[in-house]
């Protein structure tokens, strides 16, 4: 934070300031909030985080992602949709 800090061109840091390593960290984790209740999130949040991670474990792979998640393709995709996550139906 310090190096951020130090090197920021501006009054506040932007994510441009952060070390790269930092900038496209992705948590393996999905996480779905903790002990506060302002920090709880709503259950269609924690499939919609829930379904794309096991959409990027998968590598894509709507077939093997509905068998992981135990849902039907046709119910997986619907929830791609809702979620603006369903870019590619080619294995529907």
Avoid: F, W
């Amino acid at each position: 934070m310090e190096h951020a800090v130090a090197l920021t061109s501006y009054e506040e840091i932007t994510v441009e300031d952060l070390p790269e390593r930092i900038r496209t960290y992705h948590s393996p984790q999905v996480v779905v909030g903790g002990n506060d209740p302002g920090a709880l999130l709503p259950m269609e949040e924690v499939e919609r985080r829930y379904i794309l991670h096991v959409m990027q474990a998968v590598g894509g792979n709507k077939t093997l992602a509905a068998r992981v998640l135990g849902l039907d393709r046709k119910t997986l995709y619907r929830k791609l949709c809702l979620y603006g996550a369903a870019d590619h139906d080619a294995d529907l």
